[in-house]
């Protein structure tokens, strides 16, 4: 009888039913769309602040001053410590190894192009790296420099005579792609010059565009420095410090340090990057540490914001229609009630079909919502979104529980009415 | 209005606003939920309109915590060798003269010199002198550049014998807050003779994580005159406050009042500065269609429910000679009323909730951005109007003998 009544409440009102179907859906999708966004948007935002550069560096503990003006370390090739090439590697096997976007290794050699003073940097541009027999991952200056823009195109590694020649020194040299330069070391090195052919002309808008890259190799060859760097750059994913990542770690409890030890704190992660590597010291760049940190939080309190007012529009898009369906039906109730149902019978009529409904249209809101977060996340931040099924059970949970509270209220004061009140008036 | 409707007997028009009246103030549970989602609906809309501006401002603030986002670096004819090329301290005149900068801007001039570094008493363990970086400065300027520099000690250049050491300057020297420590530049300037070493005490141990580690901050007068390099800079560094366009503004209008010196964006935190806050701007109005889209929908069930319910009402006052466009007017001015009623207690409670979210969530202080409050109201008088527009079509259908006698 119950299902009889229902099915054909549900044929019958198809148009009323649609539109409770429909508030559903769509303030699901909303709430769908905004949840989406909100797993993904800390990753991405996250991702566009990794063009500020590394927030890591890493360098060889132990080491002397750097004599560094302009971002290039002037010190005499040879001089102070180093640190292996071959160990870079390994802080892809560290705990939050997938928390490391990215990392480049640099070897300055000072010198000369033309009579006019300018450095040679050794770096990666876009290198496979083997990390073990299962995993590789291409990692380089054009990871880690996404607003860096090349005109021409990126050298190979592999070609050890291939140059990138920043900006201002192409104009002042005036070279373009295709063209040659030749460098000539200022002291300690190998070979008195090298010739180098122009791949590219770099423009990053900062001291970049007074230096020549090329591949490490290069000039670990003309240093004299088989297999060395001085220093790298790592770009990681982080979670913004907090009070309990400030406090002093060597007085953690245990279960505190493997608290700290196992979040993507910037401190937890530099930790781990000099277990890994010895002879390291990696250190957290402030700046860009604590700038997206900053960001980062308010982003997510953005998010929450915007969650909570789609959680509300979504509450009142579906509790006002199921309120405008049941008090619709008042008479309806009145008939029953007068053909001896009790209240409860006829509330789980109601609320019975009432949680179909929203079942239905919390699936069709999960979907759409998805849909229309793919389409956002897309135009964006130019990528697409994933589907996240742990959000298709609290989309459903909610259109229960929305469309349920929506209803309850209108069918508690349907019911009071007496019978004869609503039939009579009807 | 035509004639014949002019014409119409005064009762007729009071008759109209009385109705008008009874059924807004009637004890219709729809009306009341009519009115409730267009507030809410109005709320929200006003609370995110009114919250965006503000978190842009908020946002472009924590990205000046970056660092300088513009840079002015000795022109190209300013000199040929590359990490030595100077330029005039002048510069800095030139530039709090002009009106290319904005109220807020950071400015920090920098001179930077090779130099011997050495600690005083001299320590055994240690060589006899190390070459350092030393970087003449206005250090409070620079460190409000950046406010991300963790200092331990004092940050204050009391006196030109103070000086801040980077941390890994320190961990070399072995040397704490307080220590003193001695500088020599280390090539004599061309022309002139090598300035007799000075020593400074250590005021402050500055941590960054980059290049600053291994330099000394010095006072910009003390160095100058120390290296012999009176009345020279190496760099002015500039933290402008504002949205990125405007920064790309204030780029060229510097670089045409400032000729023979290069003014550069740093365009790193310019971009990324630029996407990030389209971001924010694209959820925010995207949310805010959603939700006005969603209102719309409640509003056309409920003023459906509301028609549908009055369908005897209609009855009555078509069978007393009301023509179809005095119900329609009936409702529809009904609808715009409660819709401007409604957008007008959603702007005061969505202007209350964007303060009270302001404080909390970004802190900052939210003060009513007016234009917001007639869009609102408009907004929620339209969809309120057009939501009726639907039902009331179908109140034309209602034909008065047949619902009568169907009660």
Redo the contacts between chains.
């Keep these: 009888m119950l299902l009889r009544i229902i099915s054909r409440s549900l044929i019958r009102r198809r148009r009323r039913k649609l539109?409770?179907f429909?508030?559903v859906a769509?303030?699901i999708?909303?709430a769908t769309?905004?949840a989406t966004?909100g797993l993904d948007?800390g990753d991405?935002?996250g991702r566009?602040?990794r063009?500020?550069?590394a927030n890591?560096?890493l360098t060889p503990a132990g080491d002397?001053?750097?004599?560094?003006?302009?971002?290039?370390d002037?010190?005499p090739a040879g001089s102070g410590t180093f640190l292996a090439e071959a160990d870079l590697a390994k802080l892809k096997q560290i705990f939050w190894r997938n928390n490391i976007v990215g990392f480049a290794p640099r070897l300055d050699l000072p010198g000369r192009v033309e009579g006019?003073?300018?450095?040679l940097v050794g770096s990666w541009f876009d290198k496979e790296i083997v990390v073990d027999k299962s995993e590789s991952l291409r990692t380089g200056l054009k990871k880690l420099?996404p607003?860096w823009k090349v005109q021409g195109s990126w050298p190979e590694d592999g070609e050890a005579s291939d140059c990138l020649v920043g900006r201002?020194l192409a104009?002042?040299l005036s070279v373009a792609p295709g063209g040659k330069v030749i460098f000539q070391p200022s002291d300690g090195a190998a070979q008195p010059s090298a010739t180098l052919a122009v791949r590219g002309v770099l423009s990053?808008?900062?001291e970049e565009e007074?230096q020549i890259f090329v591949p490490l190799a290069t000039v670990q060859n003309l240093a004299n420095l088989p297999g060395k760097f001085r220093r790298a750059e790592v770009s990681a994913l982080t979670k913004p410090e907090d009070d309990f990542a400030r406090s002093d770690v060597t007085r953690l409890s245990a279960q505190e340090f493997d608290r700290w030890y196992c979040t993507p704190y910037v401190s937890s992660i530099c930790y781990q990057m000099q277990q890994a590597i010895p002879g390291a010291e990696a250190?957290?760049?402030?700046?860009?540490?604590?700038?997206e940190g900053?960001?980062l939080g308010?982003?997510a309190?953005?998010m929450?914001?915007?969650g909570g007012?789609?959680l509300?529009?979504?509450a009142?898009?579906v509790a006002?229609?199921m309120?405008?369906?049941v008090?619709?039906r008042r008479a309806e109730i009145g008939l029953y009630k007068s053909l001896g149902a009790t209240n409860a019978r006829v509330a789980s009529i109601f609320l019975l079909e009432a949680a179909l409904v929203g079942l239905l249209g919390g699936v069709a809101g999960y979907f759409s919502g998805s849909l229309m977060a793919r389409h956002?996340a897309a135009?964006?931040?130019g990528t697409a979104a994933g589907f996240h099924w742990i959000i298709l059970p609290a989309a459903l949970a909610l259109a229960l529980v929305v469309t349920l509270a929506g209803s309850a209220w209108?069918l508690a004061?349907g019911l009071k009415l007496a019978p004869l009140t609503v039939l009579r008036h009807e | 209005m035509s004639k014949r409707e002019g014409k119409r007997s005064r009762g007729g028009r009071t008759l109209f606003w009385r109705l008008w009246f009874r059924s807004l103030s009637g004890k219709r549970p729809q009306a009341a939920l009519a009115l409730g989602s267009l507030v809410v609906g109005a709320a929200l809309a006003a609370a995110l309109l009114n919250l965006s501006s503000g978190i842009q401002r908020k946002m472009t603030e924590e990205f000046r915590s970056y660092g300088a986002n513009v840079v002015l670096a000795p022109g190209r004819e300013a000199g040929e060798s590359g990490a030595a090329r100077l330029m005039d301290e002048a510069v800095l005149d030139r530039l709090a003269a002009g009106a290319g900068h904005p109220r807020g801007t950071a400015v920090a001039p920098l001179l930077h010199v090779v130099t011997r570094l050495s600690k005083v008493p001299a320590d055994p363990r240690l060589p006899e002198f190390e070459n350092a970086i030393a970087v003449g400065t206005d250090f409070a300027a620079l460190r409000a550049i950046y406010p991300g520099w963790r200092i331990g000690g004092s940050a204050n250049l009391a006196g030109n014998a103070d000086c801040v050491a980077g941390a890994h300057v320190a961990r070399r020297l072995h040397a704490r807050a307080g220590d003193t420590i001695r500088l020599a530049a280390d090539e004599a300037p061309a022309g002139g003779a090598a300035r007799a070493p000075q020593v400074f005490r250590i005021a402050g141990i500055l941590s960054t994580g980059a290049a600053e580690d291994d330099q000394v901050f010095v006072p910009l007068a003390t160095l100058q005159q120390m290296a012999g390099l009176a009345g020279r800079l190496s760099l002015v560094e500039l933290n402008v406050p504002g949205p990125p366009a405007e920064i790309e503004r204030i780029v060229r209008a510097l670089g045409a009042e400032l000729p023979g010196v290069e003014v550069r964006a740093v365009r790193s935190v310019v971009e990324s500065e630029g996407k990030v806050l389209g971001t924010i701007r694209a959820l925010l109005v995207s949310l805010a269609a959603l939700i006005v889209g969603i209102v719309a929908l409640c509003l056309m069930a409920t003023m459906t429910a509301i028609v549908l319910d009055r369908k005897r009402d209609i009855a009555v006052m078509k069978a007393l000679g009301a023509t179809d466009r005095v119900v329609a007017r009936l409702f529809l001015s009904e609808s715009a009323a409660l819709g401007a009623l409604g957008g007008l207690a959603g702007f005061a409670a969505g202007f209350a909730a964007a303060r009270v979210l302001g404080q909390r969530l970004f802190e900052v202080a939210i003060s009513p951005v007016w234009w917001t409050l007639p869009t609102v109201c408009l907004m929620t008088a339209a969809l309120a109007v057009a939501a009726t527009a639907l039902p009331v079509r179908a109140a034309r259908a209602v034909e008065p003998a047949a619902v009568l006698k169907g009660e």
């Design positions: 539109l409770s429909a508030a769509l303030g999708t909303v769309a905004v966004m948007v991405r935002v566009e602040l063009s500020f550069g890591i560096a002397g001053l750097s004599v560094s003006a302009g971002g290039v002037y010190r006019r003073p300018a450095a420099h607003t201002r104009a002042a990053t808008g900062g007074d250190r957290p760049v402030y700046r860009v540490a604590e700038t900053r960001i308010r982003v309190a953005l929450a914001l915007l007012a789609a509300a529009a979504a009142l898009a006002s229609t309120l405008a369906t008090l619709e956002l135009r964006v931040f209108p004061r």
